[in-house]
């Protein structure tokens, strides 16, 4: 019969058990690395919930943004404003030009009496 050597056997299977428990850690390493824990997911909800948010607030803005015809409503309507002051102020021109006439004439009236 032949000796088994013990101590080659030993030190063949320590190099097996090591060998084994790197690779499980390497496995470990490697499953966990790409591995989203419940706080990242709870972040990014975090996140997603805030841009939703935004992107609310941004779609409501454009909603209520006045458009191309309702700009040249307005600046038609502006248009028709300004002539009509500008009447107003023809008119009252005229009207302050007859007061300052009537003014002089009751000044030169007075006088005369």
Do not use: C
């Amino acid at each position: 019969m032949e000796l088994i050597d013990w101590t080659g056997a030993r030190f063949f299977f320590e190099v097996l058990k090591n060998a084994f428990l790197l690779g499980v850690g390497v496995y470990v390493w490697w499953t966990n690395r790409n591995r989203a824990t419940s706080a990242a997911i709870r972040e990014v909800h975090l996140r997603l919930d805030e841009v939703d948010r935004h992107v609310s607030r941004l779609e409501q803005t454009l909603d209520n943004r006045p458009g191309y015809g309702e700009i040249d409503k307005l600046r038609a309507e502006m248009a028709e404003m300004n002539r009509g002051m500008a009447q107003v102020s023809a008119q009252l021109q005229s009207t302050t030009s007859l007061l300052n006439r009537l003014h002089e004439y009751m000044l030169q009236e007075r006088g005369n009496r």
